[in-house]
């Protein structure tokens, strides 16, 4: 079966700190991984999707990048960390050609 | 307009009842449609899965799309306190890209 697991799961940084979140699929092969952060009342933002290693699309202009390294593994980071990049991060895998979609467990970022 | 509405509620039944969720839609060629189940501080869980219109059940569940109306609804039998949670609509188009567009959830709480 598949699994996917993100770290931290929780995190606080000051602002201006860089940042990594990294996620990993167990059990699969060539995913779709996507990004998204969750705000309170506003649902699901879609930060970065990616169909392959080192192909990156990305939704919404910010100071947040993501990188594929490995087929199964996805990373966001930042340089520079602001106050509204807090939030709930989630990372998620899908199947080309199979519209279901699965999350990882979440990482609570607080920016300071 | 947004692609996905989804009444944020929050949704107060007692135990037992019957609950009905739903969600709208504006673009017509969505054709994959999913309910996730999200607790509190944890990733959403995929609850069902349905293709085009139809009903689907799986237990308690049942899920219904009605494309012509662009309207699908999740119900819930005999609630439990257990399902207290917060239930997110989701579509996707399909194509390879696999982007999945959500709504923005509806809060339920069960009374035992």
């Known amino acids: 079966s598949q699994t996917i697991h993100q770290w931290p799961a929780t995190l606080v940084q000051p602002v201006g700190s860089p940042l990594s979140l990294e996620c990993t699929v167990e059990?699969?092969?060539?995913?779709?991984l996507y990004w998204y952060r969750q705000a309170a009342g506003r649902g699901l933002q879609l930060l970065f999707y990616?169909?392959?290693?080192?192909?990156i699309s990305s939704e919404v202009p910010q100071n947040l990048s993501a990188s594929r390294p490995q087929d199964r593994q996805f990373i966001l980071s930042s340089k520079k960390l602001l106050l509204s990049d807090s939030g709930f991060y989630l990372c998620?895998?899908?199947?080309?050609?199979?519209?279901?979609?699965?999350f990882g467990p979440g990482t609570r970022l607080t920016v300071l | 307009q947004k692609e996905v509405e989804q009444d944020p509620g929050p949704l107060s039944v007692p135990e037992g009842a019957i609950v009905s969720l739903n969600c709208t839609y504006s673009?017509?060629?969505?054709?994959?449609f999913m309910w996730y189940r999200q607790y509190s501080r944890k990733g959403p869980e995929l609850l069902m899965y349905?293709?085009?219109?139809g009903n689907k059940e799986d237990g308690r569940f049942t899920a219904q799309v009605d494309k012509s109306s662009k309207y699908i609804s999740l119900f819930i039998r005999d609630s439990q306190p257990s399902d207290s949670a917060t239930y997110l609509c989701?579509?996707?188009?399909?194509?390879?890209?696999?982007?999945?567009?959500f709504g923005t959830g509806t809060s339920l709480t069960v009374i035992p």
């Open positions: 998620a895998w899908s199947k080309i050609l199979i519209n279901e979609q699965f």
């Open positions: 059990g699969t092969s060539n995913p779709n």
């Open positions: 990616s169909v392959g290693i080192g192909q």
């Open positions: 673009n017509s060629a969505f054709q994959y």
């Open positions: 349905t293709y085009s219109s």
């Open positions: 989701a579509m996707s188009l399909g194509n390879t890209g696999n982007q999945f567009y």
